[in-house]
Each structure stands twice: as structure tokens, then as C-alpha cells.
């Protein structure tokens, strides 16, 4: 994604919305390197709540509910 869709992209969003990126690439999350370069794919606005798993690690509920609140949610990739 190029920096001008980007813009765009936020210029829509408010803010004060937290904003958090994901991923399911297994080349990304099972690999053991000391970094990886990663691109935005897309960025969409649920609503979720932000919490840790039983393993403390962050994750989101995602659903309208009494806890969660509206989040940008960037979708990244490490195959472009």
C-alpha cells in the first residue's frame, strides 16, 4: 500500500481510535528471524475489546458488546 491510499484510509477514522495490526501469515508468525518487513493490506473498523489471553498475550473479542469500544484494524502481510 502506497503512503497516498494510506492517508486516505486514516484520514477517515477518528483520532482517538486505537488503532492495532494482524496477521495470519504463517510465514511471519512461526518464523524465527530476527525481523520481517510487512506491508498494510487493509484497514477496516470494528468493534472489539482489546484483552490477553490466558497466556497474556493481546487479543481482541471481537463483537459489539458492553466492553468494546470502535478499533482500526490493519490487516499486514509479509508476501507482497
Known amino acids: 500500500m502506497n503512503v ?3 492517508r486516505k484510509l486514516l484520514d ?3 483520532p482517538d481510535m486505537e ?3 494482524y496477521t495470519e501469515d504463517k510465514e511471519l508468525v512461526e518464523n ?3 525481523f ?3 506491508e498494510i493490506e487493509d484497514i477496516q473498523i470494528v468493534d472489539a ?3 490477553r489471553d490466558k497466556n497474556h498475550y493481546a487479543t481482541l ?3 459489539k458488546s458492553e466492553l468494546s469500544q470502535k478499533i482500526a484494524l490493519a490487516n499486514v502481510t509479509c508476501n507482497f
Open 36 to 38: 520481517r518487513l510487512i
Open 4 to 6: 497516498g491510499k494510506l
Open 12 to 14: 477517515n477514522l477518528s
Open 49 to 51: 475489546r482489546l484483552k
Open 19 to 21: 488503532l492495532v495490526c
Open 61 to 63: 473479542e471481537i463483537g
Open 32 to 34: 524465527g528471524s530476527g
